[in-house]
């Protein structure tokens, strides 16, 4: 073993490959509170610690100025710093963040939630003084932002490693022109959308790293194992040889990956399989398109809602689905409708804060209570249909009749845009998201009415296992080859095939992206997959060295498995001929 004062951490590997480089620890994301605003998992007492720490060194440097400003003769900039120093010791100030701090909030949000309320206070006024004491108030909050532990902009370097405690979805929209080399959080789980981006963007990633910020600091060397779901902060000069020939042969086999791109899908026995692309922002499609994927199986649309205090009205939701259809090149683009909630919040919607949001107001049950705002996300739909091959999907359907009601709502979109005198596509696919157990359990009475399945594995093995997709703790419970998940897939296929119109099945959940769950779902009777860019040529490889009728086998035996022992048994049976394959 290499010595040395490195540290090694375990997390989920979550996105695989390695990564060196130096930790760039975001303040931003150093916030407790989560997107959605419930409060994170937080010792307050350890919060209002850190933050009456913060303060009293922001105001020792205060003094510090002031006295040095005095000294200089410049009494007029030594008052300045005399208020900022006044106001820190203000309780009504402090008093509110406080006791944020003591419901749960991190330190830096409950500071920023407060601050940002005295600024909205004095931007109202908007004399020339309440102008000043905004500046004042700005001046502060960074100050002592600053003093909580890093700087008050995010400032990443090329090639550097985001350190983060917990990553909002919409924090991780701008990673690629940051051109972030690896992700490391304290929490979140391998379905997580840190995850998801991750995956779709290539970079190795490790969630879930318990303690992580307290042995981390901004500028420390790392070392990021997503394959192993390990850290190493500061590599003994060993370790970084070691992961620098991995890098090397990363390289190596991202090339090899790279000769799959414009081969099809196809097991051993010649069977084959359309393999479909994940993309959260039109612009994925491309790179999807060049790595070889036959279209895209989803397209989250909620990444457009996030962050901002206005919905996307009809034409920049348009010109959005419109540029993914365009670079799809007449391949089919599975535009999912808004799937805010559980973990993507959007304030936009007017959501508050919810106990249970994963069981609560989200998906398609927002947008059924919200019909012009979702007659608005329709019409932008249709009217992208017009440019190329779009299917429309619904998320989070648990009833016959939430579909007939989406459905009824797409059909008076139609006839809107029909009524504006716009061209409208007469047939325009409308499918559903298979992510919660009651749609599999009934997806003979949905195959009447929906036009194609999309398997939402990452939902559907959370509602399924009630284990929280996104909750390190009870990662281990989250089984996409659990048979109770298999059994549920099977009855959806069965159904989707049983029925007169023969409709398609696909899978679009992280698991359909993984060669040992997403071969096993094939086995099932799944007859598209879709996934992130780089794992669309590890799949046709994979594929490539199993027969259909190995994955049928192994999927059906799993499911029927008569007891745990046994899964467990025929579970590492396939993990084993799986590795073999893989390395043949
Ligand atoms: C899923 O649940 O598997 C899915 C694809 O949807 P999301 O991850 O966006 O909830
Ligand atoms: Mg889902």
């Given at each position: 073993?290499?010595?040395?004062?490195?540290?090694?951490?375990?997390?989920?590997?979550?996105?695989?490959?390695?990564?060196?480089?130096?930790?760039?620890?975001?303040?931003?994301?150093?916030?407790?509170?989560?997107?959605?605003?419930?409060?994170?998992?937080?010792?307050?007492?350890?919060?209002?610690?850190?933050?009456?720490?913060?303060?009293?060194?922001?105001?020792?440097?205060?003094?510090?100025?002031?006295?040095?400003?005095?000294?200089?003769?410049?009494?007029?900039?030594?008052?300045?710093?005399?208020?900022?120093?006044?106001?820190?010791?203000?309780?009504?100030?402090?008093?509110?963040?406080?006791?944020?701090?003591?419901?749960?909030?991190?330190?830096?949000?409950?500071?920023?939630?407060?601050?940002?309320?005295?600024?909205?206070?004095?931007?109202?006024?908007?004399?020339?003084?309440?102008?000043?004491?905004?500046?004042?108030?700005?001046?502060?909050?960074?100050?002592?932002?600053?003093?909580?532990?890093?700087?008050?902009?995010?400032?990443?370097?090329?090639?550097?490693?985001?350190?983060?405690?917990?990553?909002?979805?919409?924090?991780?929209?701008?990673?690629?022109?940051?051109?972030?080399?690896?992700?490391?959080?304290?929490?979140?789980?391998?379905?997580?959308?840190?995850?998801?981006?991750?995956?779709?963007?290539?970079?190795?990633?490790?969630?879930?790293?318990?303690?992580?910020?307290?042995?981390?600091?901004?500028?420390?060397?790392?070392?990021?194992?997503?394959?192993?779901?390990?850290?190493?902060?500061?590599?003994?000069?060993?370790?970084?040889?070691?992961?620098?020939?991995?890098?090397?042969?990363?390289?190596?086999?991202?090339?090899?990956?790279?000769?799959?791109?414009?081969?099809?899908?196809?097991?051993?026995?010649?069977r084959?399989v359309t393999?479909?692309?994940?993309?959260?922002?039109?612009?994925?499609?491309?790179?999807?398109?060049?790595?070889?994927?036959?279209?895209?199986?989803?397209?989250?649309?909620?990444?457009?809602?996030?962050?901002?205090?206005?919905?996307?009205?009809?034409?920049?939701?348009?010109?959005?689905?419109?540029?993914?259809?365009?670079?799809?090149?007449?391949?089919?683009?599975?535009?999912?409708?808004?799937?805010?909630?559980?973990?993507?919040?959007?304030?936009?919607?007017?959501?508050?804060?919810?106990?249970?949001?994963?069981?609560?107001?989200?998906?398609?049950?927002?947008?059924?209570?919200?019909?012009?705002?979702?007659?608005?996300?329709?019409?932008?739909?249709?009217?992208?249909?017009?440019?190329?091959?779009?299917?429309?999907?619904?998320?989070?359907i648990?009833t016959v009749?939430?579909f007939r009601?989406?459905?009824?709502?797409?059909?008076?979109?139609?006839?809107?845009?029909?009524?504006?005198?716009?061209?409208?596509?007469?047939?325009?696919p409308c499918g559903m998201m298979v992510?919660i157990p009651a749609a599999a359990l009934m997806a003979d009475h949905f195959a009447k009415h929906v036009d194609f399945f999309s398997i939402?594995?990452?939902?559907l093995?959370?509602?399924?296992?009630?284990?929280?997709?996104?909750?390190?703790?009870?990662?281990?419970?989250?089984?996409?080859?659990?048979?109770?998940v298999l059994r549920l897939i099977s009855m959806t296929v069965e159904a989707a095939r049983r029925g007169e119109r023969k409709i398609d099945v696909c899978c679009?959940?992280?698991?359909?992206?993984?060669?040992?769950?997403?071969?096993?779902y094939l086995g099932l009777g799944v007859n598209e997959?879709?996934?992130?860019?780089?794992?669309?040529?590890?799949?046709?490889?994979?594929?490539?060295?199993?027969?259909f009728?190995?994955c049928e086998?192994?999927a059906r035996?799993?499911a029927q498995?008569?007891?745990?022992?046994?899964?467990?048994?025929?579970?590492?049976?396939?993990?084993?001929?799986?590795?073999?394959?893989?390395?043949?």
């Amino acid at each position: 073993m290499p010595e040395g004062n490195e540290i090694r951490m375990k997390g989920l590997g979550v996105s695989p490959g390695v990564a060196i480089g130096c930790a760039m620890v975001s303040v931003h994301a150093q916030s407790y509170e989560k997107a959605d605003g419930t409060p994170a998992l937080t010792d307050p007492k350890r919060e209002e610690e850190r933050f009456l720490k913060a303060v009293a060194e922001s105001r020792r440097q205060l003094v510090e100025l002031r006295e040095r400003l005095k000294q200089e003769g410049k009494v007029k900039e030594a008052e300045i710093f005399e208020a900022h120093a006044l106001f820190l010791d203000d309780p009504e100030v402090l008093g509110p963040i406080k006791k944020k701090i003591d419901k749960g909030v991190g330190a830096e949000a409950a500071l920023n939630n407060v601050m940002n309320r005295c600024l909205a206070v004095f931007e109202k006024i908007g004399t020339p003084a309440a102008e000043r004491q905004a500046a004042d108030v700005r001046d502060i909050t960074a100050r002592i932002l600053n003093n909580l532990g890093g700087g008050p902009a995010e400032v990443l370097k090329k090639g550097g490693i985001l350190v983060a405690r917990e990553l909002a979805p919409s924090e991780t929209a701008d990673l690629e022109k940051r051109e972030v080399a690896a992700l490391v959080t304290e929490y979140g789980g391998s379905t997580s959308h840190t995850a998801l981006v991750a995956q779709a963007m290539d970079l190795p990633a490790v969630l879930g790293v318990a303690n992580l910020l307290t042995h981390i600091e901004d500028g420390d060397l790392l070392v990021v194992d997503g394959t192993k779901g390990e850290i190493i902060i500061n590599p003994s000069p060993e370790t970084q040889a070691i992961y620098g020939e991995m890098l090397a042969e990363q390289r190596r086999e991202r090339s090899e990956l790279k000769a799959l791109r414009g081969v099809k899908a196809k097991t051993k026995d010649g069977r084959s399989v359309t393999l479909l692309g994940n993309i959260t922002i039109p612009e994925e499609t491309k790179r999807l398109i060049e790595y070889g994927a036959e279209g895209i199986g989803l397209y989250r649309t909620e990444f457009l809602f996030m962050g901002r205090r206005e919905l996307p009205d009809e034409e920049e939701q348009y010109a959005n689905y419109a540029k993914a259809v365009v670079a799809a090149e007449g391949k089919p683009v599975t535009i999912r409708t808004l799937d805010l909630g559980g973990d993507k919040f959007a304030a936009v919607l007017g959501k508050t804060r919810e106990s249970n949001p994963f069981l609560g107001w989200r998906a398609i049950r927002i947008c059924l209570d919200r019909p012009d705002f979702f007659r608005t996300q329709l019409r932008a739909m249709i009217r992208a249909a017009n440019l190329g091959n779009v299917r429309i999907m619904f998320p989070m359907i648990a009833t016959v009749e939430e579909f007939r009601h989406a459905k009824s709502l797409f059909l008076e979109a139609k006839a809107e845009l029909t009524a504006r005198g716009e061209k409208v596509k007469e047939y325009i696919p409308c499918g559903m998201m298979v992510e919660i157990p009651a749609a599999a359990l009934m997806a003979d009475h949905f195959a009447k009415h929906v036009d194609f399945f999309s398997i939402g594995s990452n939902d559907l093995v959370q509602y399924t296992l009630a284990a929280d997709r996104g909750n390190a703790k009870v990662a281990k419970l989250y089984d996409a080859l659990h048979p109770a998940v298999l059994r549920l897939i099977s009855m959806t296929v069965e159904a989707a095939r049983r029925g007169e119109r023969k409709i398609d099945v696909c899978c679009c959940g992280a698991a359909a992206g993984k060669p040992e769950s997403g071969l096993l779902y094939l086995g099932l009777g799944v007859n598209e997959l879709s996934m992130p860019a780089e794992a669309q040529s590890i799949m046709k490889r994979a594929m490539a060295r199993f027969d259909f009728e190995d994955c049928e086998n192994a999927a059906r035996k799993i499911a029927q498995a008569p007891d745990f022992d046994t899964y467990k048994e025929l579970r590492a049976e396939w993990a084993a001929q799986f590795k073999k394959e893989r390395e043949k």
